[in-house]
């Protein structure tokens, strides 16, 4: 499968606790995105990677949150000191740049993430 | 700032009924337009996408969006639904020349019955 995979796809974890996820993006995609998505509500985004820069960062992303992307390749995001109001699917899509404004993006299946 | 707005949150149908699912968004700019689609247990997968030319795209499925750039709206139509095509439906915008951030709404589940 060469679609974007994300790891792990499940993490239940209590308050208070780190965690970290990762995404493998396809191949040759320069560009790296993650969302959160809660019950009800469609994907909101959090921050934008090209190649190994971080370009922007959703205000969503509180200091707790911090993403890497250090080889251009994978991408990790780490949440310190989880919340409850941390829970949900945290998702990962890539894209590759090509001229300005037709590149699709394309998801990976997600990982949930349950703060007790 | 950009939002996007799906009036329905939830629609159901029978089989072969014809489909259309509301999408606004707010924004005076330049815009690519897109939809969504996640079936039960499955990531979001893309549907069309509109960028320039034609306002009228058809995507996967039988499925087809009209751009209306006087109202903002970028309506998805399917004329005769399937029990497979049960699923979340995203309407999604990102700003032209960017790098292309999406902005979704907050999605339509839709329910067809045989």
């Known amino acids: 499968d060469t679609g974007v995979s994300q790891d792990p796809r499940h993490k239940i974890t209590k308050r208070g606790q780190n965690v970290t996820f990762r995404c493998d993006p396809i191949?040759?995609?320069?560009?790296l995105y993650w969302y959160r998505q809660t019950l009800g509500q469609g994907p909101e985004f959090l921050t934008y990677?090209?190649?190994?820069?971080?370009?922007?960062k959703s205000r969503l992303l509180s200091d707790r949150f911090s993403a890497e992307r250090p080889k251009g390749s994978f991408s990790t995001l780490e949440i310190q000191r989880t919340e409850q109001g941390d829970s949900a699917m945290y998702l990962c899509?890539?894209?590759?740049?090509?001229?300005?404004?037709?590149?699709?993006?394309?998801f990976g299946p997600g990982t949930r993430l349950t703060v007790l | 700032a950009q939002s996007v707005s799906q009036h329905n949150h939830h629609v159901i149908l029978s089989e072969a009924a014809s489909l259309e699912l509301g999408c606004n968004y707010s924004?005076?700019?330049?815009?690519?337009l897109f939809w969504y689609v996640q079936y039960p247990g499955q990531h979001l997968q893309l549907l069309l996408k509109?960028?320039?030319?034609?306002?009228l795209v058809k995507g996967i499925k039988g499925f087809e969006a009209e751009f209306i750039k006087s109202k903002f709206s970028f309506n998805l139509r399917k004329p005769s639904v399937q029990w497979s095509d049960t699923a979340e439906y995203f309407c999604?915008?990102?700003?032209?020349?960017?790098?292309?951030?999406?902005?979704f709404g907050a999605g339509t589940r839709l329910a067809v019955h045989p």
């Open positions: 191949s040759e995609h320069n560009r």
């Open positions: 999604a915008v990102s700003l032209s020349g960017g790098y292309n951030k999406l902005i």
């Open positions: 924004y005076g700019g330049t815009v690519n």
């Open positions: 990677f090209q190649n190994e820069a971080q370009l922007e």
């Open positions: 899509a890539s894209s590759l740049s090509l001229r300005a404004g037709s590149n699709e993006q394309f």
């Open positions: 509109y960028f320039s030319g034609d306002p």
